[in-house]
């Protein structure tokens, strides 16, 4: 028996906030050449209620290897700011193209198409460092997702990278 109803009632009548904390999120995490020129993937999102995603590209280290995860980190940054909130350690930055396209009846709507630069740390866990790509909002509805690398980053060649989309954590 399926649910979609009740999740989509719910998703109508819940404020977004409320919406968030109950209600299942979509989440992409699938893998990613991002440091070899021409890489692509193109993957789907199904949104159920209104939000705002960060598209993130997830640096990973082995965790049992303190050198692995110190020369990750670097490649990350480390996320300082100056008093004034220039980004002082940016770490390597990963050229890719972004493209979001909505699909509704046999319809596409591109939502966004840009060359961004992985520029800043978006946080860390015990086996990733996750570099933002950029924010969106997105309405309910079905999306397409493509993330093409644009060049070669030698660095990148022995760290597994995925690429990552999910609601905003709350701060």
Avoid at 41 to 70: I, M, Q, W
């Amino acid at each position: 028996m399926s649910y979609n109803w009740l999740i989509a009632f719910a998703a109508s009548v819940m404020p977004p906030s409320l919406a968030s904390l109950v209600l299942p999120s979509p989440h992409i995490s699938v893998p990613f050449a991002a440091g070899k020129k021409g890489a692509i993937v193109t993957t789907n999102l199904h949104v159920n209620f209104a939000a705002y995603y960060t598209v993130y590209l997830n640096l990973y280290f082995d965790k049992g290897n303190p050198e692995d995860r110190s020369h990750v980190a670097a490649l990350a940054g480390s996320g300082a700011t100056s008093k004034s909130g220039q980004r002082l350690d940016n770490g390597l930055e990963i050229p890719v193209e972004l493209t979001i396209v909505r699909k509704k009846d046999n319809q596409t709507n591109l939502i966004l198409d840009d060359h961004f630069k992985t520029d800043e740390l978006g946080g860390f866990t015990a086996d990733h460092f996750a570099k933002v790509i950029t924010g969106i909002r997105l309405d309910p509805g079905r999306y397409e997702i493509k993330i093409a690398a644009l060049q070669d980053v030698p660095e990148l060649r022995d760290v597994p990278v995925r690429f990552d989309v999910h609601i905003r954590p709350r701060k």
